[in-house]
């Protein structure tokens, strides 16, 4: 895990402690079914969710939300990178159609890093290409806050 996390320009970078193993963080981030019920920011939902976790696999998420100009869909594809197992998901990810075709935006990756001390699990989250300070950064706060009390919840 990185020591030092330090954001920069054109990437976000997230510390957070959870009071949960790291087993069960790992669960939330890669069983679709998991990551579905605390996935994007306020108000949003996520009716489709589904991962090949494997690397190379693909993973392809929808989130759904109301706004004031109506319903509105948000497709993200793309493929894992790295998968070790309780310790370090990698994914890349950009916004496409339900088909998983590129519709803009640049390809971005994630990183998530996980380390287990005790009874916590510290988290490291690493989205390059996404802005400190953007709507984006702003999405994955609010929807690691709803992880926090997903694992709160047991």
Not at 24 to 47: K, Q, R
Not at 124 to 146: E, F, N, R, V, Y
């Amino acid at each position: 895990m990185t020591d030092n996390p330090t954001p920069t320009p054109d990437h976000l970078v997230i510390e957070r402690t959870f009071d949960a193993p790291a087993s069960l963080v790992w669960s939330m981030w890669t069983d679709s079914e998991l990551f579905a019920t605390w996935y994007g920011p306020s108000g949003a939902t996520i009716p489709v969710a589904e991962f090949d976790l494997r690397v190379g696999g693909q993973r392809l998420v929808c989130m759904a939300m109301e706004t004031p100009n109506g319903a509105m869909r948000m497709w993200f594809c793309g493929e894992h990178t790295a998968i070790e197992p309780d310790r370090l998901l990698a994914y890349t990810e950009q916004v496409t159609d339900e088909a998983g075709v590129p519709t803009h935006g640049d390809l971005t990756e994630v990183r998530v890093e996980l380390h287990q001390a005790d009874s916590q699990t510290r988290m490291l989250l690493t989205h390059i290409g996404i802005p400190q300070g953007s709507p984006g950064a702003t999405g994955w706060h609010m929807a690691l806050d709803k992880l926090e009390l997903k694992l709160s919840e047991g």
